[in-house]
């Protein structure tokens, strides 16, 4: 199986503290047009979690995403990301606090006019890595993804699930300390989706990256919760006994507010009225 587990591309700052949380909203809140779209948001994601974020459409969860990757900043509270304060960090500070970052944009976000290998480079190619080194990590990237048949070609010859499978591919390969998926089953079919959430399970459990996930799909959030990659037999299987994986937790929002942050168990066992609605 290819080694995607080790970080080497870029060096780690000396200041990050060992065991603290890689990202930590505290107090956040934006507004658009005097709209408020996020009120008084504060969690933490532990280094090695995976964070599923669900609610309804429009309850602020892309804008969430954004404000993690420092493409927003939060009319009030603070954001930090690698123990670093995002929410003042000037523009050329935040460029090389994402090459830390992996993103998987809702629609891919892939360049036509390039080859998947080269989309999947884009980012080694920016930071001037040699061209047979490079191209190594390409096919590393995409055997874990599990289409290297397809490095010769273009986007708009790929399907839907093929190119969000590019877009992981891409994200994975500078060998991030922190992944972000926007909705990485968003518009693909049932049977798609499940390959997605799979890659999902598999980036997480064999290289245990920091990561937080939108889905719309419940079914895809559970999946990913309750089912392990299994190395022996490089396929995706149920946690026995009706498992759960402890290193996934959920984080629920609704009309702009937190509603739940917790554990999957603590998740399925709620009381509150407005969320076993949700999640029925």
Known sequence: MPDLISSDV???????????????????????????????ISFSVARGETRIILGPAGGGKSV????????????????????EDITTMREVDL??????IGMVFQESALFDSLSVEDNVAYRLHEEGMPEEEAHARVVEALQFVELEQAIAKFPPELSGGMRRRVSIARAIITKPDLILYDSPTAGLDPITSTTIVELVIKQRDVSHTTSLMITHRLQDAFLLAMHRFDEKTGKIEPIPNGGIDDSTKFLVLNEGRIVFDGTTLELVRTDDA???EYLA
Do not use: C, H, Y
Request: aromatic share 8%; net charge negative.
């Open 10 to 40: 870029l060096e780690r700052p000396q200041a990050e503290e060992a065991g603290a949380p890689v990202v930590v909203f505290d107090d956040v809140s934006i507004s658009f047009d005097e709209k408020p779209v996020l009120e008084n």
């Open 274 to 276: 407005w969320l076993k």
């Open 95 to 100: 460029f090389k606090l994402r090459a830390r």
């Open 64 to 83: 969430l995403m954004k404000l993690a990757n420092g493409l927003l900043r939060p009319d009030s509270g603070t954001i930090q990301v690698f123990g």
